[in-house]
């Protein structure tokens, strides 16, 4: 991984201060989720009951347990950083913890916490920032293989479908890695670029960067962004699809939307559409680009529609269709490696 | 158009300086091609013999005939800025006039130039910043026509084409503007958006800031980046594309390149290729979208072969396909407006 990409060192403390609504920890949580073992502990104020179900430790037990990183878990309720929580941040960095925000306000702007990096030497660092010196997209032919997930709008479970790819993977000794290109991905893997941020001239680039060569048989799974038939985000898709040159794809799905979320003027595409969209332009940087299955979000369906509608749309495409959380995602790795040259 | 767009005051003076070879001096020399009632004149270093046909003017002549902007028309022969350049600028910038530069390096990197605005009010406008405050595009549907330059490859002449056809239609008496998306485009039409430069979340809503609504006889004409089916750029072009929703679009082309520009691993695509790419991807914001014909920049054919290879293009798209300086874009314009509803 270059120089190009953010990197956040384990391990981690996650700061949950006074947020006691779940809905408003889900990075906290995809962190432990995910990657437990990256976790030494959670940061509570007390009297707050909410919980990631890891040890509770102050900054100062943080730091004399060798934690790297207090990383930001949680939406601060007004939005912004101040008070406490200003004061527990500053007390990490003036101990030597790098302090990760994947919040719009740019930590550089506190003065306080600037003040303790420099005397720690300890970083901020911002994960919406996107990388400097990357390069413009060259469509040159990478090593290693690679699946992209794709979707037919944003937040459909194109995240939750690559890294829950990349495990299963894993767990049958193939070799993979998740690559993470939003906010969150980013602070569950550790590290990647926030491929929405960065300047269209250089956001295949980036794709490629986020990828680099890697062992003949080693998968970057790579987690989507926005969709290739959204009026707003397209050519952020096709920026990640070029450089990202996938040799597989997943479509994600969620099948109650009538129109794109927070567009009301804009369909729903079928998923059979997002798939000809996918192949007809990945095929620049990948002409063996092929969709190995569908990944469906089936959670606003009535229960007793879910699996039908799973078993439909597989008769549809002719591909593996799961929901990754109700069936898990077998049938997707066994297309993969079945289908693989 | 909006706050967000880039805004030239005219009437300029040209920059040339001590620039001899007119290769450097393009921009200078398409702002009076395309502009002249917008120039008062050009400004040399004594000695220099390289004129753009416009009068010599020193700075203060400038000001005093009520000139608004200093352009720098020449790309400096070592690429800085430094020495008599900046003394003139910053004169130009201490009398008022607004200084104006396509080049990498910002002008307020210049502590000189930045004194000399503070004191006068004038402003230092760098073409290649991008505009804040963007939205991302909706897709919604704009009042008004619009007519795109794709490209199969970047220099293959969709400025000067969108340039030509703005006039041509303008000569005709139908209201037409031309959107300028590059910085030379920018110096030329004295406004618009450096589209390549603007974060990849916003590319097509910039695009749609740059052609607002108008009247519904109204034509932009827009001009194009990159191409579709480039490795590096394509996520340019498809965020000007959705932003732009054209109602027509000319395949800009250059016929003897087997390989992209400076990607000598990619493929040079059909017009064929990219007619069909554009319109597959160019549907989802305007269903409507049609290719009216081909531009072609034959000057690298052996002279003979220029006609012919317009006449076969022809027969092949049965579409009509002009060199706009060899013979004009007449055929183009034809095209239009017989195929306007």
Known sequence: MSLTTIQLKAPYLIFIGDV???????????????????????????????TLGVPDMTVQEAAKAGVKSIIIGVAPVGGKIEGEWLKVLEEAARLGLDVVSGLHHRLENFPGLVAATEKSGSQLVNVRTPAQGLPVGS????????????????AVGKKYTALAMAKS????????????????????????????????DFVSGAAEVLSPDNDKDHWDVIEGQGSILHPGYAAVSLGLLHGSQPDAFIVCHEPTRPTMEGFPQATMPTVQQCMEMTIQCGKLTNPAIRCIGISVNTSRLPAEERL??????????????????LTGCEKLVTQLLATND
Chains 1, 2 share one sequence.
């Open 308 to 325: 039908p509608y799973l078993e439909k749309l597989t008769q549809e495409t002719q591909l593996p269709c799961v929901d990754p959380i």
């Open 169 to 200: 993977l894993q767990e049958k000794g193939v070799k993979a890695s998740f690559r993470a290109t939003g906010q969150t991905g980013i602070m569950i893997a550790g590290s990647g670029i926030p491929i929405d941020t960065v300047v269209t």
């Open 139 to 154: 469509g040159k032919k990478r090593s290693g293989k690679r699946l992209l997930m794709v979707g037919t709008d944003c």
């Open 20 to 50: 006691e609504n779940p809905t408003f920890a889900k990075t906290g949580a995809g962190i432990v989720q995910w990657r437990p073992e990256l976790v030494a502990g959670q940061l509570r104020f007390a009297g707050n009951s909410l």
